[in-house]
């Protein structure tokens, strides 16, 4: 890379101050990339990205179109709800700019399918920061699954349980909203099974509901049986309204029976187990694997090293695409009670959107 490649950080309020701190002064560290603005609409929040950020007073704006017409940036960054998201990947595709955007690609599949065809028709690179299937401890165990050293893989069982159930403990906006476990949670969760399974889903059955005592609007429990098209079967257990934080974020779940190895990642601790009848199983710890960041820290490492003539990242569009088809129909199952069958759903609102 000759020189670092420009920038503008479009959300600095929320999750954008988690990226403003943790995220973006890295590639600058790494001279991958510079800011040459940041975008909110959040006065105070500007002025804290201003500062994070290293900033000049003209480098802060209200309007993002303005910013991009003016800085003529190579890429931008979105860390705004998701259904916002269409409206600036519109800007970016007008202006030429490359899109790295926080998850889900949007809030409906029809708005995910506009999208996918405007970048795609434009020729403009877009991946979406899935950071949970990034982490340190589901890397590793996909890592496991990939080696080989245990077998074929015959099914994962995977597991989000989270005591949440009083009104704004997981976010207002959580508790008010339709199939908040299927769209806040398991957007990720999926995302994980998809990796660890190496294949997108061929069919998705949901069942949700909220209990009485869960302060939320939408379902918040939930069991998903998944059929993916190499023939991995997966199930999802979500519920945020429990008794007790089983496994919570980024302490989930998973077991993938191997051939020849219950592979087991609990709360952050990786094992193999492995028996005959009747006996206990013997169990063996595996180490984590190393490296010096994880999640939205490595993905926008990873994005920037893409335009610059690197290797296409893991959670590119057209990956993506495929995470938020099986979300999608997970949640027309819930709401049919009906099995999906998931590339159907996908090709059938491509169309629908030209």
Not at 103 to 132: F, N
Not at 262 to 267: F, G, N, P, S
Request: hydrophobic share 40%; aromatic share 8%; with cysteine.
């Amino acid at each position: 890379m000759n020189k670092p490649l420009k920038y503008i950080h479009i959300g600095v309020g929320g999750f954008g101050q988690h990226w403003c701190t943790a995220v973006l002064p890295r590639l600058k560290e790494l001279g991958l990339a510079v800011p040459v603005a940041a975008v909110d609409i959040n006065p105070e929040m500007l002025a804290k990205a201003k500062t994070q950020l290293g900033l000049a007073d003209d480098q802060i704006y209200s309007n993002a179109e303005k910013a991009i017409a003016e800085r003529k940036p190579d890429f931008i960054t979105i860390v705004v709800p998701p259904a916002f998201h269409e409206k600036m990947v519109d800007l970016a595709v007008a202006h030429g700019c490359h899109i790295l955007s926080e998850k889900p690609i949007a809030d409906t599949m029809e708005a995910c399918c506009r999208i996918y065809s405007k970048v795609k028709k434009a020729g403009l690179k877009m991946a979406v920061t899935m950071s949970h299937r990034f982490d340190q401890d589901k890397q590793t165990l996909e890592a496991e699954i990939r080696g080989g050293k245990y077998g074929r893989l015959n099914y994962i069982v995977g597991r989000f349980t989270h005591n949440c159930r009083k009104f704004a403990s997981w976010g207002k906006f959580r508790h008010e909203i339709p199939d908040p476990l299927l769209v806040e949670g398991a957007v990720h969760h999926f995302d994980i099974l998809r990796a660890l399974s190496g294949s997108n889903a061929k069919t998705v059955y949901a069942l949700t509901w909220n209990p009485p005592w869960g302060e939320y609007a939408g379902d918040s429990t939930g069991i998903v049986t998944i059929e993916m098209e190499n023939g991995v079967k997966c199930v999802y257990e979500g519920a945020k309204a429990n008794s007790s934080t089983m496994n919570g974020w980024t302490n989930e779940y998973f077991r993938a029976e191997c051939e020849d190895g219950t592979l087991e990642l609990d709360r952050r601790c990786l094992r193999v187990m492995r028996g005959v009848a009747w006996d206990k199983p013997l169990s063996q710890d595996l180490p984590l694997l190393q490296q010096p960041v994880w999640m939205n820290a490595w993905l926008a490492e990873l994005f920037v090293n893409w335009l610059d003539g690197g290797p296409q990242p893991p959670n590119n569009l057209d990956d993506n695409i495929q995470c938020c088809a099986m979300l999608f129909a997970a949640i027309e199952s819930a709401h049919t009670g009906q099995v999906v069958d998931v590339q159907e759903f996908l090709e059938r609102n491509m169309k629908s959107v030209g």
